[in-house]
């Protein structure tokens, strides 16, 4: 491995952020889709913006779902039919959007290199949330005020982490991973510190995007004892860009 592991970017997609990112999961190729089911998509998205202003104005834990529900102006009943918890509101987009990682790795050339693969999946999925700054801090905000068990990052399942290191084992050419660990500690090794990132970012990373945050993880990881830490990239703040 060396320092070519961190990938060039990729331009992003219409997903911005987490939360908003569920409508946006949901209204791909609405061309198709029927007008009622376009309507849920579009409440389930007002749904999700209310619920981050309230999060982030008032705590997750002071928040109820009939706030939320009156906030949009439906029916208790009618949130229940289109989201199944509050928690789900912070994570149930960052959840489904995991497997798109190991997507990523399975879609890159054969002949690239492993670590350049895996990082380009990595970063192709958070380059996704670079678009709308203040829809980002928004979600930034509510999931800093959820409660420890909620924020934790998890990058991957454990379905998914057997997946991927399987993956990056079939292409170090070795696909028994009980006999060769080099795909296991790679994977490891990046998810750790993309895991991290995210909680950093989360507590101090205003001037920062997650995106340009795991970037940098990804090199400093992959540089190892190859040279020494880069220092960090700072941008101003946006008051400050104003």
């Known amino acids: ?14 997903m911005n952020m987490p939360a908003s990112q569920a409508s946006s999961d949901q209204a ?4 198709s889709v029927p007008l009622r089911e376009r309507q849920r998509i579009a409440l389930r998205a007002e749904i999700h913006q209310a619920a981050l202003r309230l999060f982030a104005a008032q705590g997750f834990d002071n928040v109820t779902t009939e706030a939320i529900a009156e906030e949009v102006g439906i029916s208790p009943s009618t949130f229940f039919r289109h989201v199944s918890s509050k928690e789900h509101l912070l994570l149930g987009a960052t959840q489904r959007g995991r497997a798109r990682i190991v997507a990523n790795f399975h879609a890159r050339p054969r002949d690239e290199d492993v670590a350049d693969s895996l990082a380009a999946a990595i970063l192709t999925r958070t380059s996704q949330f670079v678009n709308d700054d203040e829809t980002i801090e928004l979600w930034r905000r509510a999931m800093s005020s959820a409660p420890t068990e909620l924020r934790r990052a998890s990058l991957l399942s454990r379905e998914e982490y057997d997946e991927l290191i399987g993956a990056v084992a079939d292409r170090l050419g070795n696909a028994d991973i009980g006999t060769d660990m080099r795909a296991g500690v790679l994977v490891r ?54």
């Open 189 to 242: 090794t990046a998810v750790a510190a993309v895991e991290y990132t995210y909680e950093w970012w989360l507590a101090y990373g205003q001037s920062e995007s997650l995106h340009d945050l795991t970037e940098q993880a990804l090199q400093m990881v992959i540089r190892g004892l190859a040279g020494p830490i880069p220092p960090p990239r700072r941008r101003r703040r946006r008051q400050e860009r104003a």
């Open 28 to 31: 791909e190729d609405t061309a």
């Open 1 to 14: 491995m060396g320092p070519g592991l961190v990938a060039k970017r990729t331009a992003p997609k219409e």
